[in-house]
Nanobody, 123 residues
Framework: QVQLVESGGGSVQAGGSLTLSCAVSGDTSENNCMGWFRQAPGKEREAVAAIYTGDPTTHYADSVKGRFTISQDNATKTVILQMNSLRPEDTAMYYC????????????????WGQGTQVTVSS
């Protein structure tokens, strides 16, 4: 059984930064990709970024390109989302997910999900 636990959310002013972490436990061999999604109140869940576990290939939503960076630490089995230049529209619950990422933007391609961590950006 795979477990994903997010941390690092919080409140920040526009222009600030936050670092989200996703601690991964269990057998993830069937999942070759880790992704971050977010969901704001009243909106659909959207893909933010993804990284393949076997190589450094990454994907980003257009809305976060140049501001967010996804990375992974295989030694600690942690996936990190570094968020810079935050905007009020980045406010959402952020979820870590593990899956096949084919395509990376499709939430149905992810088998395991964390509970989420809240990010609030004030103007």
């Amino acid at each position: 059984q795979v477990q994903l636990v997010e941390s690092g959310g919080g409140s920040v002013q526009a222009g600030g930064s936050l670092t989200l972490s996703c601690a991964v436990s269990g057998d993830t061999s069937e999942n070759n990709c880790m992704g971050w999604f977010r969901q704001a109140p009243g909106k659909e869940r959207e893909a933010v970024a993804a990284i393949y576990t076997g190589d450094p290939t990454t994907h980003y939503a257009d809305s976060v390109k140049g501001r967010f960076t996804i990375s992974q630490d295989n030694a600690t089995k942690t996936v990190i989302l570094q968020m810079n230049s935050l905007r009020p529209e980045d406010t959402a619950m952020y979820y870590c997910a593990a899956g096949s990422c084919w395509p990376w933007t499709d939430s149905s391609e992810y088998n395991y999900w964390g509970q989420g961590t809240q990010v609030t950006v004030s103007s």
